[in-house]
Nanobody
Framework: QVKLVESGGGLVQAGGSLRLSCAGSAILFNRAVTGWYRQAMGKPREMVAKLSKGGSVMLEDAVKGRFTISRDDYTNTVYLQMNSLKPNDTGVYYC?????????WGQGTQVTVSS
């Protein structure tokens, strides 16, 4: 059974940094499209960063230059490095993987950026 487990969320002041991790089991991230989505309170879930199997990166415009998505194939972990955080970055961050026509989601990790 595929399982995605996020970690690394928390409370940080504006301008600070956090690194989110997503560990996958029963799925190989280098054979899947992976990414991070964010859901702010009262808003729909939106894509923040996406990583193709071949390593191509797609970032939401608002996070370009501040967030980086990467993958460690040895540990089967996807990371989201978030720098220069802003209060608008607050939300629940979900790890995502798409493989052979199926979407998988983690349970989410809360990120709160105080002003």
């Amino acid at each position: 059974q595929v399982k995605l487990v996020e970690s690394g969320g928390g409370l940080v002041q504006a301008g600070g940094s956090l690194r989110l991790s997503c560990a996958g089991s029963a799925i190989l991230f280098n054979r899947a499209v992976t990414g991070w989505y964010r859901q702010a309170m009262g808003k729909p879930r939106e894509m923040v960063a996406k990583l193709s199997k071949g390593g191509s990166v797609m970032l939401e415009d608002a996070v370009k230059g501040r967030f980086t998505i990467s993958r460690d194939d040895y540990t089967n972990t996807v990371y989201l490095q978030m720098n220069s955080l802003k209060p608008n970055d607050t939300g629940v961050y979900y790890c995502y993987a798409h493989e052979t026509g199926t979407d998988y989601w983690g349970q989410g990790t809360q990120v709160t950026v105080s002003s």
